[in-house]
């Protein structure tokens, strides 16, 4: 996925934790098969949700994600998870 094209949005911060959105520049699929051997959490036919060390990411089938739990200015991190899935 290393030509995937996103937009990063930092949605809020709370306690200590940042929130991000990425939305993929052109429409794409997942299923859970796709994450290999990272630890999916919870599966369902419109999302899954994988669990890192550092956060939760709500991935759904349109392609949308949610990255959930950073530490703050975390930006940088959040582009490593991204590249990751």
Not at 9 to 28: D, F, L, N, T, W
């Amino acid at each position: 996925m290393s030509d995937f094209q996103y937009e990063l949005i930092k949605i809020c911060s709370r306690a200590g934790k940042e929130y991000y959105h990425v939305y993929p520049q052109e429409p794409i699929g997942f299923s859970s098969p796709d994450f290999g051997n990272m630890n999916v959490i919870n599966s369902h036919a419109k999302f899954s949700v994988i669990s890192f060390p550092d956060c939760h990411v709500t991935v759904f089938a349109s392609g949308r994600m949610l990255i959930e739990n950073l530490p703050q200015n975390a930006e940088k991190r959040a582009r490593e998870i991204i590249k990751e899935i």
